[in-house]
């Protein structure tokens, strides 16, 4: 019964992800691996004992604990892709603040000769 | 032979008290060259100090801190076609006398960055203790790696020409602090650096960037984990002028 809960957060999750979509609240782009995440939900809620399979298959003794590890890993990507993202943009920022303060300087240059 | 054109890019941080004396010293002892100050959004009075000096200025939209505050200098003196950037301090540190010197060891001896050094000759420059203890740390690394000695890594006090120039313009990622990191990095890539005997003046007003406890700690923690990541990228890299 538990497993209904989940595959309903799932559904309400894409469906979240695709209103802030179009609400232009989110990229298309960036959506991908979360919606990727919820799809992953949905089918381990659906196929339970997938994750027992997957379990046995590697050697881990206690399924649940595999499920935690494949849940990290996958946070802790897209949180280093988030931060790659937010060095990258704080780069062009700061190039674009200096290339604005130069162009600001040859106006007010150009201003003053007239 | 065309005149070879020169700029003193002088980033300032709420230096409305220092900033005029080390204006008006600079047109005094160096007239040839044009000056440019970068005023790094200061929330004093510096703007207009700046203004009426009628010199060169460029207001950052907001606070960059310093080494940013230099790398838009070097990018202006570069898109202007600026032979030879002087870096100087305007907190007064920095004599603009010594600035020739530095600009005649460039030319004399064609280096590429010319860095003006307290303790390459005792000239009776006081340093803490600390300060002592960190120079003479990243002297060694510079030495371990690159086999040259910089007795003064951390010295804002530098004369660089149009090669570093193009190089400090378009470097992805210009460190918050570019010390010995930028140093080894260069001497790496194949850049000439030299250092020059200088004397430098105390601080008179206002708050140095390293003060504090935590500041100096942070800064030199940083720099160890940039140095080892510099040399983990480099390996393998020839000594060729990236840019070239």
Known sequence: ?114 | MSKDKIMIVIPAYNEEENIKKVLDELKKDFKEADILVINDSSKDNTKNVVENENVKCITLPYNLKYARAVQTGIKYAYYHDYDYVIQFDADGQHIASEAKKLLKTMKENNDDIVIGSRYLNDLGYPCPFFRRVGTKFFELLIRLFCHKKIADPLSGFQCLNKDVMCRYSKVFGYPEYPDANLIIEMLIEGYKIEEVPVKMRLRENGESMHGGIIKPIKYMIEMFYTIIIIMIKNIGVKKVKKHE
Not at chain 1, 46 to 54: R, T
Not at chain 1, 66 to 71: A, K, Q, W
């Open chain 1, 1 to 114: 019964m538990n497993n209904y809960y989940f595959i309903i957060l799932s559904i309400v999750f894409i469906l979240y992800i695709i209103h802030n979509i179009r609400r232009n609240d989110f990229t298309i782009k960036e959506s991908f691996f979360w919606t990727i995440g919820c799809f992953v939900m949905m089918i381990l809620s659906i196929f339970p004992k997938s994750i027992d399979f997957l379990a046995k298959k590697i050697g881990v003794s206690y399924p649940p604990s595999l499920l935690f590890v494949i849940c990290i890993i996958y946070l802790l990507y897209i949180c280093f892709k988030c931060s790659k993202r937010i060095a990258i943009n704080e780069e062009k920022i700061v190039a674009l603040t200096q290339e604005v303060a130069i162009l600001k300087e040859q106006a007010n240059e150009k201003e003053k000769r007239k």
